[in-house]
């Protein structure tokens, strides 16, 4: 208990599983935790020094993978205590050590992994001139990125990032002040000592790391605040692994113009990485990740989540896509090859970090074996990248052979349950193995001869740990028992016996399988150490056949769901021909109704649409956005032909939505929202607006929705491409005052006091939203519906009288006031009378009459 006791003084923050024999035990308030979080038996053994029972619970060794999986889905980090001596050799205790410390962010068990999506361990700090770091690294892949941001948006801007980054564990020094930016964030926030952020020391832990003299090749020379981050993940990894990361060997630099900007709430609203329910189930993803391999479903995933805005590198991928569509034989036995293909860089990773068995080896090489095949299927691409790509995969027969020579074809799964290493690799092994074979064989013979030599045909020669080779005699043969068997243990059936021959075969035995376990376990860990040497080059090449198998699944999509290749150019028109929404197309159940879009930054700047409720603008705003995101990520895109411009962000606003959490209203977050989207966009950013200013008074939001949209249509820094939804029709008469604004509606009919939505969107503007139509069609009790009907024509009949409508000056007039929902459908008799009244001819006394008769009226 004191070495207990000692180990767990230097991990407070971790549960302890501590190493006794085949368990792993936990004690005290681990224990009291465990028990409840993995529903497991409490017990408790001897008493500690004030006289308590001591909490105990204890998961088999074997199965410990499976236990430590569901504490870290807990959020819990967990030290893993093993004996590191052999116990029958142990002068006393048994010497045990933390092997390594596995977190939310560092456990790579596939069991804890989703196979396509990445596990980021993500650090965060924050210099004294007010600069952020963030660096992330997939801990499973090797993936290591990291970013730097100054200003007075930067908190905002790493915030976002996190949101869509999803890190599963975040490092912050101690006391550092990160509650701005982590706020809400589901992952573990963990606290590490602040020298571990120190700029030259994590500089130094890097270029170590790296093997380089300079970060310049890495682009973190200038970036101070992002060299720290990496740095304390770096020294993280090395104290919770407790051994090499070799497969961590290269950090790239975030730069915000090297990609598309697709913040949080765009991804969210476009429902990019998820539906609506949360799930990949009615998401752009779902559709497109048509991968073979998990190595490709996470590419895929980062392509969407940060498109191109380099015109050539999309062409690059158009191309690709273009040449592996018109190739259908080629590309498909490509595909059927990869879907034999095993998780080459979650393989390398835990090989790396010294956590794989000998299965995951094996699958290793069985991958590497598919590589010469992939090669000659390949040979015949044209396109740039994909040539490109194809160089890049090495064949790696060394590595390759060097498994087939030292593995079994199927090994156990535990290096330490032997039968890993094949005949003929070791001649060492070899002979011990003959020992041990030929001792086992002697012993069996020996069992015959006995049973020939005394007569007892039931004896049986046994094996057990405590006492090794046993012979057993039952109770009523002991009369037949030789003079020179030793009795050695008393059963309930009989008696055990040994004799000097048994315990020579025994000796043999026994010492050869020792030395056989000892001898697999070491070849393996020398044949993991060494393929973790070639972490460069198998990632490499991973890499290359993950890119490979996105492009492949991007044409497969193409032919498949009828794309086509989206002209790319760097000028000003976005324009396209039937054009179709990805997901909802493939959701619905009757024809999907394509339409035509035209942006630019001078005629149809900025569009203004109106329709009624169901007509489809929110689905029409979505499918013009993903148009942007798909061509630059590199895919084909659903439309009959598509010219578009490049673009640097896409903006969308587009549904309700609100965060209770942070007491934030829908019209709050839509505020905040549509501040952004005015701060950040430029004039070559893509913005879709759906109904702002609806969740607020209705002249406020009409005044809110018309002052927006004047802004991103005469704002001299930045005009963007712009849709706007919208159901106050007012905002129509901006086309009659402003250039660049142009009028579109969704087309729909009555037919016998019922709605038809025909999807269509049509130039010129809507004056109706058939809304107690949508109501009606909804359910609405027939009561309720008339109502609104009689209220309904009370008001148009008020907003006529008073001449409502904004000015074409494009300012709503001063005077308006906030319609009542009630109104009476007649005139007050007061406001009758003094209509009525003729001022020129109305004398003093008289006024002062009529005053008093009008007040006691209206007191009525």
């Not at 990032?161 to 509650?179: D, F, H, K, Q, T």
């Not at 406020?700 to 927006?708: E, T, Y």
């Not at 086309?735 to 037919?751: C, I, K, M, S």
């Not at 007061?830 to 209509?835: G, T």
């Amino acid at each position: 208990m004191r070495q207990y006791l000692d180990v767990k003084r230097q991990h407070r923050d971790a549960i302890v599983f501590f190493r006794m024999g085949d368990f792993y035990e936990m004690f005290y308030e681990d224990a009291l935790t465990a028990s409840r979080v993995l529903e497991l038996t409490l017990t408790s053994r001897a008493k500690d020094s004030s006289g308590g029972a001591i909490p105990m619970c204890g998961v088999p060794f074997h199965a410990a993978e499976t236990y430590l999986s569901r504490l870290i889905r807990k959020g819990y980090r967990v030290a893993i205590c093993d004996q590191v001596e052999d116990a029958r050799k142990a002068k006393g205790i048994v010497k045990r050590e933390v092997t390594r410390v596995v977190s939310p962010g560092t456990f790579t068990d596939a069991s804890y992994l989703e196979a396509r999506e990445p596990a980021f361990l993500a650090a965060l700090s924050l210099t004294p001139g007010g600069a952020w770091g963030l660096a992330f690294l997939d801990v499973s892949t090797g993936e290591f990125a990291a970013a730097e941001y100054s200003g007075t948006s930067a908190a905002a801007t790493v915030a976002s990032e996190l949101a869509i980054l999803n890190p599963r564990e975040l490092l912050a020094a101690e006391g550092a002040e990160v509650a701005a930016v982590v706020n809400g964030l589901p992952g573990r926030l963990t606290r590490v000592d602040a020298w571990t952020f120190e700029a030259n020391q994590a500089r130094e832990r890097l270029c170590e790391q790296f093997q380089t003299a300079s970060l310049q090749a890495h682009g973190l020379d200038a970036a101070p605040a992002a060299t720290a981050a990496a740095g304390a993940i770096v020294a993280y990894l090395r104290d919770t692994q407790r051994g090499e990361i070799a497969h961590v060997r290269d950090i790239s630099l975030r730069v915000a113009a090297d990609a598309l900007i697709v913040d949080p709430v765009t991804l969210r609203h476009l429902n990019v990485l998820e539906g609506a329910d949360g799930g990949r189930a009615g998401s752009l993803l779902d559709v497109l990740d048509r991968t073979a391999t998990a190595m490709g479903g996470r590419q895929l995933r980062q392509w969407l989540m940060r498109p191109l805005v380099g015109l050539a590198r999309i062409q690059d991928r158009l191309d690709a896509v273009e040449d592996l569509g018109f190739r259908g034989s080629e590309r498909g036995k490509i595909r059927e090859l990869l879907k034999g293909m095993h998780d080459i860089e979650r393989l390398m990773a835990r090989i790396s970090l010294g956590t794989a068995g000998p299965r995951d080896v094996v699958a290793l090489g069985q991958s590497l074996a598919m590589l010469p095949r992939l090669r000659g299927l390949a040979e015949p691409l044209q396109a740039p990248l994909l040539r490109s790509l194809v160089a890049e995969v090495e064949d790696l027969t060394d590595i390759r052979g060097r498994i087939e020579q030292t593995l079994v074809d199927e090994p156990p799964a535990l290096a330490r349950d032997g039968g890993v290493i094949r005949d003929g690799h070791d001649p060492a092994l070899d002979d011990l193995r003959a020992i041990s074979r030929g001792g086992k064989t002697a012993i069996a013979s020996m069992e015959e001869a006995e049973r020939a030599r005394t007569g007892i045909g039931s004896l049986k020669i046994r094996y057990n740990r405590v006492f090794g080779y046993y012979i057993e005699v039952s109770n009523s043969n002991l009369g037949g028992v030789p003079a020179d068997y030793i009795r050695k243990q008393t059963i309930a059936g009989g008696e055990r016996f040994i004799t000097p021959a048994l315990k020579e075969y025994e000796d043999r035995v026994l010492n050869a399988d020792e030395r056989i376990a000892a001898v697999e376990l070491d070849l393996f860990e020398r044949l993991r150490a060494g393929l973790a040497a070639e972490a460069p080059r198998v990632l490499d090449t991973a890499r290359a056949i993950a890119a490979i198998d996105v492009l492949a699944a991007l044409a497969d999509a193409a032919a498949a769901l009828n794309y086509t290749k989206p002209h790319m150019h760097d000028g000003d028109e976005y324009s396209a021909v039937d054009v179709r929404h990805p997901v909802v197309e493939r959701a619905v159940t009757s024809a999907f109704v394509p339409n035509d879009v035209q942006l630019d930054g001078s005629v149809s700047q900025l569009v203004i649409l109106t329709g009624p409720n169901m007509g489809g603008k929110s689905t029409y705003l979505r499918q013009v956005a993903l148009l942007a995101l798909m061509a630059q990520a590199g895919s084909f895109v659903p439309a009959r032909q598509a010219k578009l411009s490049v673009v640097d962000r896409i903006f969308a606003r587009v549904g309700a939505s609100d965060n209770i959490a942070r007491g934030q209203s829908t019209f709050m977050v839509e505020m905040q929202e549509t501040a952004t989207i005015l701060h950040a966009a430029t004039s070559r950013s893509l913005v879709i607006l759906d109904e702002i200013g609806r969740g607020t008074a209705t002249f406020d939001g009409l005044s809110l929705a018309w002052a927006v949209a004047e802004h991103l249509a005469s704002n001299n820094r930045a005009r963007p491409k712009t849709i706007f939804a919208t159901h106050y029709h007012e905002l129509t008469d901006l086309a009659d005052g402003l250039p660049g604004v142009v009028n579109f509606h969704v087309t729909a009919r009555e037919f016998k006091d019922e709605i038809v939505f025909l999807h269509k969107i049509v130039a010129g503007r809507s004056d109706r939203s058939y809304g107690i139509q949508v109501a009606r069609l909804a359910g609405l009790p027939p009561a309720v519906v008339k109502r609104a009907s009689d209220i309904l024509r009370a008001l148009e009949q008020d907003e006529l009288q008073r001449g409502g409508r904004p000015s074409l000056s494009g300012q709503p007039p001063a005077e308006q006031r906030q319609l009542g929902l009630f109104q009476a459908d007649t005139e007050h008799p007061v406001l009758a009378r003094l209509r009525a009244l003729d001022l020129d001819r109305l004398t003093p006394l008289e006024a002062l009459t009529l005053l008093a008769d009008l007040r006691r009226e209206a007191d009525q």
